[in-house]
């Protein structure tokens, strides 16, 4: 794969700078959901877009948009607020977040309706539009790889097989990822086009080793939200990493889907915090420049790629 499909058509590999693998920009959640937990609307274009440009003015060059479907994707709104920002290239998810989003939706389509429409968003566009997906997405539960849960992992290795997009997952609190992997890598998927989100919920560096070991990429995602752990947790987990030698398989985002984290909406840690605050504690913990590099620009890089 030599092109990184984003909201504004085909980009090149070199393009990608600064990534922030697991993001969200614009979500109007499910009714139910929204009524249960109103702190999952984002719901401003601006507010967006004022925010999107502390990440460019922090360096990031790219955001996956990791709003699936089923948690409120709205494709004209996230075009709005990429078309305002157009120094960060945005990227979309097709595919699916997991079956406590869906509800009875997981039961009632068929396999094959879920991949077809997933296809159709990366391959003609998403909701009547050209914008098409560059991401496919499927998740779990905590600590269950059910039916209905293997049943959005499998929409995704088809979908992936059909249109070469990369696949990145949902695990809820950083289960099941190793049993994603698996049934991914089971379904031909090669594991190297698949990332496995928030697996820093389970600072499990054990674990997670012996996914990297399979060639499949691990997301952290959990930085600034201190109700996950502090962030010496998270440095510490990343010395493990690097002291085993498999750092080339980690990718860091943010995954900042509420309005209560963002400056935009008198929140925090905001999405620059990455990029100003946790960089400055990754290097003064003792890591260097060209370990951060290596995380934020090369590894994605090859993912996105596919390279390996």
């Known amino acids: 794969m030599s092109e990184i499909m984003t909201v504004n058509g085909p980009i090149s590999p070199d393009q990608l700078g600064i990534t922030d693998y697991h993001e969200h920009l614009y979500v109007e959640p499910p009714g139910w959901l929204h009524k249960n937990d109103p702190d999952f609307a984002l719901s401003s274009v601006e507010n967006s877009a004022a925010e999107l440009r502390r990440f460019a003015e922090a360096g990031g060059r790219t955001l996956c948009e990791l709003t699936a479907v089923d948690f409120g994707r709205n494709v004209n709104k996230i075009k709005a607020v990429a078309d305002a920002v157009p120094e960060v290239n945005v990227i979309m998810t097709a595919g699916y977040n997991r079956p406590y989003y869906m509800g009875r939706w997981a039961h009632s389509v068929s396999e094959a309706d879920m991949v077809r429409d997933t ?74 086009r698949i990332a496995l989100s928030h697996m820093d919920r389970n600072p499990d560096h054990e674990d997670h080793i012996r996914i990297a070991k399979l060639g499949v990429y691990v997301g952290y995602d959990c930085f600034g939200k201190t109700k996950y752990g502090p962030e010496t947790v998270r440095l510490a987990l990343l010395k493990e990493i690097f002291d085993a030698g498999v750092q080339d398989r980690f990718l860091i985002g943010n995954d900042l889907g509420r309005p209560s984290y963002w400056k935009a909406y008198n929140g925090g840690p905001g999405l620059d915090f990455v990029l100003t605050e946790f960089h400055q504690r990754f290097l003064d913990y003792g890591f260097t420049q060209a370990d951060w590099d290596l995380l934020t620009i090369e590894n994605p890089r090859r993912f996105f790629s596919g390279e390996g």
Do not use: W
Request: negative net charge; contains cysteine.
């Open 119 to 192: 296809v159709r968003d990366c391959m003609v566009g998403i909701d009547g539009t050209d914008v098409k997906a560059g991401i496919i997405k499927c998740g779990t539960e905590y600590n269950n790889f059910n039916e209905v849960g293997q049943k959005l992992v499998r929409v995704a290795a088809a979908a992936h097989l059909e249109t070469d997009r990369p696949i990145i997952t949902h695990t809820t609190a950083g289960t099941m990822g190793y049993e994603q992997s698996g049934l991914l890598i089971e379904k031909g998927v090669k594991p190297h």
